[in-house]
């Protein structure tokens, strides 16, 4: 089992930048690609980025593509999305999740809001 907890979520007006973070613990975080989700009110969940366990893959979801960057500290056991030029439509609940094997999410965080005022 990996437990999952983000942080870093807030308040941010448009054009600003926030840094999520996700912090794992339980078994060990090398073993597993991370990812990025984000579901706004009323709309289904959105993927958003993802990492091989090495760090040397990323993958983006096409809206934020240019603006967001995946990152992880495979010793500090932690994933990171820096997230730039956020807009309004950014606003979500954003979930980081595990894989072991990319795109088979096993493990689920309870996610950290994020709202992009105009």
């Known amino acids: 089992q990996v437990q999952l907890v983000e942080s870093g979520g807030g308040l941010v007006q448009a054009g600003g930048s926030l840094r999520l973070s996700c912090a794992a613990s339980?078994?060990?975080?090398?073993?597993?690609?991370m990812g990025w989700f984000r579901q706004a009110p009323g709309k289904e969940r959105e993927f958003v980025a993802a990492?091989?366990?090495?760090?040397?893959?990323?993958y983006y979801g096409d809206s934020v593509k240019g603006r967001f960057t995946i990152s992880r500290d495979n010793a500090k056991n932690t994933v990171f999305l820096q997230m730039t030029n956020l807009k309004p439509e950014d606003t979500a609940v954003y979930y980081c999740?595990?894989?072991?094997?990319?795109?088979?999410?096993?493990?689920w965080g309870q996610g950290t809001q994020v709202t992009v005022s105009s």
């Open positions: 999740a595990a894989a072991p094997t990319l795109p088979h999410y096993e493990h």
């Open positions: 990492i091989s366990w090495s760090g040397r893959n990323t």
């Open positions: 339980g078994r060990t975080f090398s073993n597993f690609a």
